[in-house]
C-alpha cells in the first residue's frame, strides 16, 4: 500500500509570495527547537536553529526547503512554523513513514483520533506492529498511527526497536515514557495547520530529486541526511550498500541548488565525497562539563556556513540554562 500525494511546486519568487500569504499561527505552544512528534535515530532536530542561521547568511530566508529523507523531519517542521521558509518538500522511502506525513497533512483530525482512543498499552503496541507487518490490509491512517506508537514507545524511536521498559514493563521507565500524548497531538496540530505548504513524497531519494529538482524555486535549500553508512542497518528499515550511498554522492554532487549533506564520519564516505567541502558536527550537545559523545561529517555546495555547525535544545545558538536544558530534554 504506497499513495503518494502529488502537488506542483512553486517555481517562482512570485508563487512562493503568494503561499505565504496564507500562513497561520500555530494553535499551541511548540516552544523549543523539539516541534516534530516524531523521534527519529540520527535525527537532526536540534540542528533547526542552526540552519535557520544558515538560511539568512545566504540569502535563502522565506524560500523552499527539501528533505529527501525526511525521517522525523525536525528540521523541516522547526524551519516551516518558525517562517524561516516558506515551503517544505518531504520525502520519506520508507512507507510507513510516508504515511505519517500524509496523514497529518491530509487526514490529520483521522489521526489524532487514533491517537486519543488507543491507550498506550502493550496490546496496542501488538495492534501497530501488526500493522506494519501487514500494511496492505490497513488504511493509512492507520499505518501512520501505527509508525507513531511504535516510533514514541521503541527505544531511541527505532520502528523496530525493543519497547521502552522491556517485554514485562519491569524497567524504571514504562512504554508511555516518551508518549506525552497532549504535547504530542499538539505537535501535530501545529503542523497540520501549516499543511497547505508542506508536500510529502515517498520516492527513493534518487528518484524524488529526479522528479522535484528542476521545478524548485531558485531560493531552495536541499538538505541531504541519509542512512548512516556503518550503523544503517541496525537502526532504519531502509538502508544501503556502498553502492547506494555512491549513486546518491553523484547525485547529490550535480544538484544546482545550495546542498547540506550530513553523514557518519566513515573514511568511505569521506572518500566518495572527496572534493566537497566539509566540517565536523558534534551530535551531542556540550557544556563544560560534558564532552561530545560523537561527531558527523558536514559537506556543503553553494553556501557560506556563517559559524561552525551547531546542535542546541532551545531557540538560540549557544549553551541554554540549566532549567531550559532540563525542559528541552523532557519535551523530546
Known sequence: MHREHDESLPSSGAALRAASLTLTTPPVNVGGAFVS?????????????????????NDLEGGCYVEPYAG????????????????????????????FWQAIVQEPDALINEIQTRAPTM??????????????????????????????????????????????????YKLDARYNRPDLISRIQAIAAHRQHIQVHGLDAIDFLAKVSKKLPKKTLIYLDPPYYVKGSQLYRNCYGHDDHTDVATVAKGLAHPTLITYDDAPEIRKIYKGMKSTL??????????????????????????MPPTMTRGERLGPPSRSTACRQKQAA
Open 123 to 172: 496490546k496496542t503496541r501488538e495492534f501497530a506492529k501488526d500493522v506494519l507487518a501487514n500494511m496492505d490490509d490497513h488504511s493509512e491512517v492507520e499505518i501512520a498511527f501505527a509508525t507513531f506508537f511504535l516510533n514514541r514507545t521503541s527505544r531511541s524511536g527505532i520502528l523496530k526497536g525493543g519497547v521502552i521498559g522491556g517485554k514485562e514493563q519491569s524497567g524504571k
Open 72 to 99: 522525523g523531519a525536525g528540521v523541516a517542521m522547526y524551519l516551516l512554523l518558525r517562517k524561516h521558509v516558506r515551503r517544505i518538500v518531504i520525502n520519506d522511502a520508507d512507507p510507513a513513514v510516508y504515511a
Open 37 to 57: 512528534p516524531l523521534r527519529y535515530p540520527g535525527g537532526k532536530g536540534r540542528l533547526g536553529p542552526w540552519i535557520a542561521s544558515l538560511l539568512k547568511a
Open 281 to 306: 558536527l558534534s551530535l551531542h550537545y556540550s557544556t563544560h562539563t560534558e564532552r561530545p559523545l560523537t561527531s558527523e561529517v558536514m559537506f556543503y555546495a553553494g553556501l557560506t556556513l556563517p
